[in-house]
């Protein structure tokens, strides 16, 4: 019951919204998750000041049984060119999983190719655990930021909810068509 309950919310969030609107929500969410990320976080706030781009996204996950799943809309900003991309995520996982919760999400993006990557969706990644990443150029650490992907680090902070899960999992981040 709550796996459908988390669905319909979901789904009707923004099912009745014009991509103006839409567009609109997901910029306002985008900056609500960056004062979150920089209040829990305060080295968040110079790797987003000196990235080339980064990307917030606001996600919910459901796990029950043996499978996960994670979905999840944000808006990448492209810090050179001021370019919006509004992005999708879609993460399963397979394993021991159990609760749902919401979280937030705040990529950093060192350079144009790994901007690249991310925003035609070829940013596939799995779970890795990092206390600190550095971005192998500029001699920065982006301390409680974990690695995803070659120039590409995440933060994550959980909103509220409880999830307990022992798994493997999968992720993908996609550009939002019908918004773009």
């Given at each position: 019951m709550l796996f459908a309950l988390v669905l319909i919310t979901a789904g009707t969030a923004f099912a009745k919204q014009t991509p103006d609107q839409t567009r609109a929500k997901l910029n306002e969410m985008s900056g609500q998750v960056l004062e979150r990320?920089?209040?829990?976080y305060p080295s968040s706030e110079k790797a987003v000041q000196?990235?080339?781009a980064y990307c917030t996204i606001s996600a919910s996950a459901v796990?029950?049984?043996l499978v996960g799943d994670d979905h999840g809309r944000g808006v990448a900003v492209?810090?050179?060119t001021d370019e919006r991309i509004y992005m999708k995520m879609k993460e399963v996982s397979l394993g021991v999983n159990f609760?749902?919760?919401e979280y937030d999400l705040l990529f950093v993006i060192a350079n144009k190719e790994a901007w690249d990557r991310f925003i035609s969706g070829n940013i596939k990644f799995g779970t890795e655990v990092s206390a600190q990443a550095s971005d192998g150029v500029s001699g920065d650490t982006f301390a409680d930021a974990t690695i995803v992907a070659n120039g590409v680090w995440v933060y994550q902070l959980d909103k509220k909810g409880l999830a307990v899960e022992?798994?493997?999992k999968g992720a993908r981040i996609s550009p939002y068509r019908t918004l773009n």
């Open positions: 990320m920089y209040q829990k000196l990235s080339y796990k029950w049984g492209n810090n050179e609760g749902a919760k022992l798994s493997f």
